[in-house]
């Protein structure tokens, strides 16, 4: 079956930086768009950023080119690279497989805390 294990999220001050991965297995990952979400409580999952197999990025208005996603197609890890953090990106991060119109594969999210 597929499988999705994020890691790396933290507590962060703001202005600070931190990089997710995301190892994924059972499926052909260098086929599959990928991306990654978030959600904060009490608030909507949210598209972060997309990445095509061909390496096409997609991000959220919110990111302002603060976070950059990629994807080593060798080690089947994606990343999620964020940096200027501020207090209102604390969420839950999620990786996913698959578009973003598509059910696709989840993982269990990494939290990541920015403090003020």
């Known amino acids: 079956q597929v499988q999705l294990v994020e890691s790396g999220g933290d507590l962060v001050q703001a202005g600070g930086s931190l990089r997710l991965s995301c190892a994924v297995s059972?499926?052909?990952?260098?086929?599959?768009?990928m991306g990654w979400y978030r959600q904060a409580p009490g608030k909507q999952r949210e598209l972060v950023a997309t990445i095509s197999p061909f390496g096409t990025t997609n991000y959220g208005d919110f990111v302002k080119g603060r976070f950059t996603i990629s994807r080593v197609n060798t080690k089947n890890t994606l990343y999620l690279q964020m940096n200027s953090l501020m207090p209102e990106d604390t969420a839950v991060y999620y990786c996913?497989?698959?578009?973003?119109?598509?059910?696709?594969?989840w993982g269990q999210g990494t939290q990541v805390t920015v403090s003020s």
């Open positions: 059972g499926t052909a990952f260098r086929l599959n768009d």
């Open positions: 996913k497989v698959g578009r973003a119109s598509d059910d696709g594969y």
